[in-house]
Structures are given as structure tokens and as C-alpha cells.
């Protein structure tokens, strides 16, 4: 259990990678607020859910001040029996946070048959002085003809699977911006892909 908590200054960024493998029972709360106009924080995620599993991310972004931005983007991949992730995205647009322009993303990948997903985003608006909102929501199996296409090329199953997940997270890994991280993430991904084979 963990709660993370940060104030956006003046003209200040903020930047939190989350990254959740193992553990029985996890639940992370990553909060947001901001005490002067110009703040940025930028909130990603990546989550690798196995079998009995239960990963729980709940994030608040309360925009309590004019011209602020956030940007949320939290992806998981989910495999065995009773592996479950629950992702709750609040954003909280008060009456004084004029200008404001937010966006929070979830995508999941379910695996194997046996996991579950629930993802709800949430925004709440105040005014209607923001200059944008939005929010995205996505879970789903493997793509049957991304598979096909790339067995048809002779990529054999287990490594055309593993590139599919490879590629699922890709964009977000490299939001981390440090390539010691990205690798070490990466290469972890790709345990956690040659456990379920």
C-alpha cells in the first residue's frame, strides 16, 4: 500500500512512473494538486498482473488552479487465472482552474482467459473556462490477426505474442526517458511473458 502525493509549483513539472509486478494485493494512490498557475504533471503507468493477483491504482489530479495541465497514461497486461486490476482515474476540474487541459488514458491487455479488468476514469468539471478534458478507456485480448500476420511471416506463436506485448508497452517505456530503466523494464516484461509459456 502506497500513496504518492505532489504539489505543482509556478511554471513547475512533475513527472511519476509507477511500475507494478508481484504482490498478492496491491494498492497504490497517486495524488496531484497544484498551488500556483502554469503547473504540468505528467502521471504514467504500467502494470503486469499475474495469476491471484489483485493490482489496484486509484489516482486523483485535482486541478485547483488556473492554467494547469495534466497528462495521465497507465497501461497493464493481465494473465492467469484470477489476476485482477482495478484502475480509477479521477480528475477534478474545480471552479478556479480556468484554463485548465487535462487527458487520462487506460489500456489493458488481458492474456489469458481468468483475468479481469475494471477501469473507470473519471472527470469532474467545475467551469466551462478549460481549454480541454478528456478520458479513454480500453481493454482487450490479443489481436487474433496481428498474430496471423506475423505467424504468416514465420514468426513462430510464443515470439509473435511476446511481440505483441512488447509493442503494446513500447510508447509508454519510453516516456521513462533513463534507457537503463527501459531495458531492465523491458527485459522483466519479457519474464513475465516466458512465465506464462
Known sequence: VAQHNALVGRDASFKSVVVTFGGDLVRIHPRVAYAAPG????????????????????????????????????????????????????VLIQAAAEGTDTYELNRNLVLTDGARVDSVPNLEIETGEIAGAGHASATGRFDDEQLFYLMSRGIPEIEAR??????FFAELVQQIGLPDVEERLIAKIEAELEASV
Open 162 to 167: 511476446r511481440l505483441v506485448v512488447r509493442g
Open 39 to 90: 503547473g504540468s504533471a505528467e502521471l504514467f503507468g504500467l502494470y503486469f498482473t499475474d495469476a491471484g493477483q489483485h493490482q489496484e491504482h486509484r489516482l486523483l489530479v485535482d486541478h485547483n488552479t488556473p492554467h494547469c495541465t495534466s497528462n495521465v497514461a497507465y497501461k497493464g497486461a493481465l494473465q492467469g487465472q484470477d489476476a485482477h486490476a482495478v484502475w480509477i482515474g479521477d
